[in-house]
């Protein structure tokens, strides 16, 4: 952890800024009126607040270049690629990038607040634990930031195994562009109805409530899986408590840890959740040999471990997929594979059943 992220960071988290003095109770993977009501109001907040950065931003953008326009006009630079002959203006590219970068920075701070407030109302943090222990701001700092941790990739979990470079770069790319195309998009068809009356000025507002969406709702999900993630780390160490007296061979051990890889897999991303299991996991049952990738393979190999093993596997697999919110599940192929075996019972009623649960902040095991 760096120097900035360690002082800068977690003064935030530990600031008094921005938060009620309402603190839920201790069991976590439960969520009461009262926390309901706090947590709605957060949310609120932190989404209103979103939103306003980003219309604001575009302001930021377009105005000065109404006001000046020939200074921005002297930023114009003719570039010669190929056979094209592109024409930017790099004044307004500077600015853009200042913009862009300020609001990032922006953001960071209002999301790290907003989750520390959700830790705060759920019950998995208190005042005391987050001015004193490391590690709870450590995870709140993680999941505001959207790190990827860097010890799960070295123990052999990948949520990218099996994708081609170009797929992995493409959905990045998509992803990081999605509200200038959205952008684009609606200038596009505000340009096709209005005609020769969109003016310039209307068509650069238009930035305002896109970008404005776009940040609420990143902020909307950034907190819904914040919950989810802080309820998720309750739910698996209190269901690995039910486990850990029980002794299995080391191959079935592997099984364990082969399952969550096949979630990652799934998921194609690195969710709170599934982190948090296949730490626990190796915290609980260490395995000898590297993770192995291959579903045929895995699927065959719990055919041959015990009905206790299975089990385990049967529940890493439930929680996984509801916990990690695993979308798409039933038409991916490692679930296809999975489900056609006939040791393994991965019932679809269940997952949708917990899900509700998940959703109402009820709780998973009875």
């Keep these: 952890m760096g120097f900035f992220h360690r002082h800068f960071y977690f003064r935030i988290i530990r600031g008094n800024s921005g938060t009620s003095s309402f603190s839920g109770d201790t069991r976590v993977d439960v969520v009461s009126s009262a926390e309901w009501k706090e947590l709605n109001r957060n949310a609120?907040?932190?989404?209103?607040?979103?939103?306003?950065?980003?219309?604001?931003?575009?302001?930021?953008?377009?105005?000065?270049?109404?006001?000046?326009?020939?200074?921005?006009?002297?930023?114009f630079f003719t570039w010669n690629l190929?056979?094209?002959?592109?024409?930017?203006?790099?004044?307004?590219?500077?600015?853009?990038?200042?913009?862009?970068?300020l609001e990032?920075?922006?953001?960071?701070?209002?999301?790290?607040?907003?989750?520390?407030?959700?830790?705060?109302?759920?019950?998995?943090a208190s005042w005391n634990a987050l001015r004193t222990d490391d590690d709870i701001a450590e995870r709140i700092s993680s999941i505001a930031m959207q790190q990827k941790p860097k010890d799960i990739r070295s123990m052999g979990f990948d949520p990218y195994s099996g994708m081609s470079k170009f797929r992995l770069y493409l959905i990045g790319v998509l992803s990081l562009i999605k509200a200038v195309i959205s952008n684009m998009i609606v200038r596009f068809l505000l340009l096709r109805v209005m005609g020769r009356y969109a003016v310039r000025e209307v068509l650069d507002l238009v930035g305002v409530p896109v970008y404005a969406?776009?940040?609420?709702?990143?902020?909307?999900?950034?907190?819904?899986?914040?919950?989810?993630?802080?309820?998720?780390?309750?739910?698996?160490?209190?269901?690995?408590?039910?486990w850990e007296n029980t002794s299995f061979q080391q191959q079935e051990i592997q099984l364990f840890h082969d399952a969550t890889q096949q979630l990652f897999m799934m998921r194609r991303s690195y969710h709170p959740n599934l982190v948090t299991l296949c730490k626990q996991l190796n915290t609980t049952w260490r395995r000898n040999e590297p993770i192995n990738t291959s579903t045929g393979s895995f699927?065959?190999?719990?055919?041959?471990?015990?009905?206790?093993?299975?089990?385990?596997?049967?529940?890493?697999?439930?929680?996984?997929?509801?916990?990690?919110?695993?979308r798409g599940y039933r038409s991916s192929r490692v679930y296809k594979e999975i489900v056609q075996s006939e040791n393994i019972r991965i019932e679809t009623d269940v997952i949708v059943r917990m899900r509700k649960r998940l959703r109402k902040g009820e709780p998973l095991l009875e």
């Design 213 to 242: 969406f776009w940040n609420g709702f990143t902020t909307w999900r950034l907190l819904r899986s914040a919950r989810i993630a802080f309820m998720g780390e309750y739910v698996l160490r209190d269901w690995l408590r039910r």
């Design 44 to 75: 609120r907040r932190s989404v209103m607040q979103s939103a306003a950065l980003g219309g604001i931003m575009v302001l930021f953008l377009v105005i000065p270049q109404w006001l000046l326009p020939d200074f921005f006009a002297k930023g």
């Design 299 to 326: 699927v065959i190999r719990c055919n041959e471990c015990s009905d206790q093993a299975r089990r385990v596997i049967q529940d890493i697999l439930i929680l996984g997929i509801t916990l990690g919110e695993v």
């Design 82 to 101: 190929f056979d094209l002959e592109l024409n930017l203006n790099l004044y307004t590219i500077g600015w853009s990038l200042f913009l862009i970068m």
């Design 104 to 124: 990032l920075m922006l953001l960071q701070l209002l999301h790290l607040a907003a989750i520390r407030n959700v830790a705060l109302n759920t019950g998995y």
